[in-house]
């Protein structure tokens, strides 16, 4: 192959040392070049108005291909300065002439152009490169994060809606809503008190089986205040201590701040002790010369098993006028129920737990006996005790499943979790107002993920208007690198009498 036809490859970051190598170019050439810079940045402030010096001076790195535009240009705007001998008059000309000559010499625009081409290749376009590829990765760890936030948002409404639909408000001004619930609870006492009727076979059982068990009493009576519930519903706790039906009932006035932001509300106010005004029993004188029976009076008191005082009251008719004590009404017409005492003992927090605790006595009972009666080998069984009431002998363990299963249902019904927020609510401000913060809290938390997600959206906006600025400055870079690739070839190949050259290596790939 004729030599002239043989094509000499070089490598994009080896070319420059190829050229001072070959000695197209000095070692010591930026120590020239810089000389060069300066008349460019000086030449600069003096140009005519041309379109294709504007174009040419924008946004790029002036080297010795653009000075030859330049010159072309000027030729052009500088025409009028033309003398006999075609030389020019013009300072521009002149220059722009001067910068070429010094480029010229000892190939220094080859040695810089060649940097130019190695710097684009290895630095800038890469750099820029890496620029768009960390917004395009911004925009996708935001638009992750913007789908958790939504997951967390959507969740966390949900658990405000599903606990605002528990409650029975809407959510909108919450804490007087709760406080608005507190009408409901005399009906929703009422429904509780009329489905605990279904225990009554249950406590009759246990009944049967604790006498039968203790050798007592089979007509004693066992879990005390659940069998009052069903056998006189849901009373006041006044009548359930004392027999009897108040005169009057006051009940217990609850203060709440309608305030919103008010995290600590007072406690509930029961009234106090109950004032029976001032008596001075110095002068007390009590006739019992009018009596008209001799029969004794019995002042005893009765207790129940839990405690609860039952007064046995006896009517008298004795005048009390002097003594200044007013009786308005006597007998079983009682007195006046006032704080805890007006509570109905659904509604009572001490009566309430009693029931709770005898439905869950009861609720053991019964397992207990499933399982026994389940087991052969039970020691307990009631089958080897022909003696053992008929109640007792008449179960099997689909029958005492089935009374368990009441027994649950009541269980589930006192337990139901809107009416122990309702509870609690009523005889606790500190829980009103944790239950408020609570869902407040929920509403806040939406709100900062909602924050978040703009703040994320946001910086996808701003990283796509980065990329959209970069792109072109990417291209136009990459456009330019190619160009100058060209005229570097072009440039040795004349100096090897025309023989092809190819820049190889990174310059070719870029896109």
């Not at 001004?173 to 009906?187: T, V």
């Not at 709770?356 to 009666?373: C, G, T, V």
Request: glycine share 4%.
């Amino acid at each position: 192959m004729d030599e002239q036809h043989i094509p000499i490859d070089i490598n994009t970051n080896k070319i420059l040392d190829w050229l001072i190598s070959r000695r197209h170019v000095s070692k010591d050439w930026q120590n020239n070049i810089l000389n060069i810079r300066e008349k460019i940045n000086a030449a600069i402030q003096d140009m005519p108005v041309h379109e294709g010096i504007i174009k040419l001076l924008s946004g790029q790195h002036i080297n010795y291909f653009h000075c030859l535009k330049i010159v072309d240009i000027l030729k052009e705007t500088e025409a009028d300065t033309k003398n006999v001998f075609g030389r020019y008059g013009s300072q521009r000309m002149k220059d722009w002439q001067d910068i070429i000559h010094k480029y010229q010499k000892e190939n220094l625009y080859l040695a810089e152009a060649a940097q130019i081409l190695i710097r684009n290749v290895n630095f800038e376009v890469p750099s820029l490169k890496k620029q768009i590829a960390k917004c395009e990765q911004t925009q996708l760890d935001c638009e992750k994060k913007i789908k958790d936030y939504g997951k967390a948002e959507t969740s966390t409404l949900n658990e405000f809606k599903q606990t605002c639909k528990q409650l029975g408000i809407p959510g909108q001004n919450i804490k007087k809503e709760l406080i608005g619930l507190l009408d409901e609870l005399p009906k929703i006492y009422k429904e509780t008190a009329s489905k605990m009727k279904g225990v009554e076979d249950a406590i009759k059982l246990y009944s049967a089986f604790v006498s039968f068990l203790s050798n007592l009493d089979r007509n004693m009576e066992v879990l005390p205040t659940l069998s009052y519930l069903i056998k006189n519903g849901n009373s006041t706790t006044y009548e359930y201590m004392y027999g009897e039906k108040p005169l009057s009932i006051e009940s217990p006035e609850l203060k709440y701040s309608d305030d919103e932001s008010q995290q600590n509300a007072e406690e509930i106010d029961y009234g106090g002790d109950i004032d029976f005004g001032d008596i001075n029993t110095e002068n007390i004188t009590i006739d019992f010369e009018n009596k008209e029976t001799d029969e004794e009076i019995d002042w005893g008191n009765l207790k129940t098993e839990d405690g609860f005082e039952i007064v046995q009251h006896s009517d008298l008719d004795v005048s009390l006028e002097e003594s200044g004590i007013v009786v308005e009404n006597s007998g079983l017409d009682g007195g006046i129920a006032r704080g805890e005492e007006a509570l109905t003992i659904l509604d009572n927090p001490k009566t309430r737990d009693r029931i709770l605790n005898d439905l869950i006595e009861l609720s053991a009972f019964l397992k207990m006996r499933i399982f026994e009666m389940s087991s052969e080998s039970s020691l307990f069984s009631i089958s080897q005790m022909p003696d053992a009431p008929t109640i007792l002998l008449m179960q099997t363990v689909e029958t005492v499943t089935a009374i368990h299963d009441n027994v649950q249902i009541a269980l589930n019904e006192i337990n139901n979790k809107r009416l122990q927020h309702l509870h609690n609510i009523k005889h606790s401000p500190k829980y009103l107002d944790m239950l408020t913060s609570t869902l407040k809290q929920k509403l806040s938390i939406v709100e900062r993920l909602q924050q978040k997600k703009k703040c994320l959206e946001d910086q996808i906006v701003a990283s796509q208007a980065e990329i959209k600025k970069i792109k072109p400055i990417l291209n136009t870079i990459i456009s330019n690198t190619k160009v100058l690739q060209k005229q570097i070839e072009e440039e040795i190949s004349k100096k090897y009498k025309g023989r092809p050259v190819h820049i190889v290596g990174g310059v070719n790939v870029l896109n």
